[in-house]
């Protein structure tokens, strides 16, 4: 099924972003090349081709978790802009 510039407009409003003419236009050739390669990747057998989730099944892609010294809190606010009572201060941006 392709993908024509009005489904592309629906994910834009969808994601509340904005685009070009331009972009949209090629947005719509990206998503149908997706498409198109998924498609490719659908014909072939892959019957005798076991799930993965690595290319190296023993890879550890995650690393021990070990309790470290952290920053004390001089160390933390060292590079701050501002401060105060020992903790970070930024511009409020909830409210008024």
Partial sequence: MPVDLQEVERIAGLAKLEFSEAEKA???????????????????????????????PDAEVTRPDVAQPGLS????????????????????????
């Fill in 26 to 56: 090629r947005f719509v050739q990206q998503f149908n090349d997706i498409l198109s390669y998924i498609e490719k990747i659908s014909e072939l057998d892959l019957t005798a081709v076991e799930p993965t989730t690595h290319i190296f």
């Fill in 73 to 96: 809190q001089q160390q933390a606010l060292s590079n701050a802009p501002v401060s105060k009572k020992g903790l970070f201060s930024v511009p409020k941006v909830i409210g008024g």
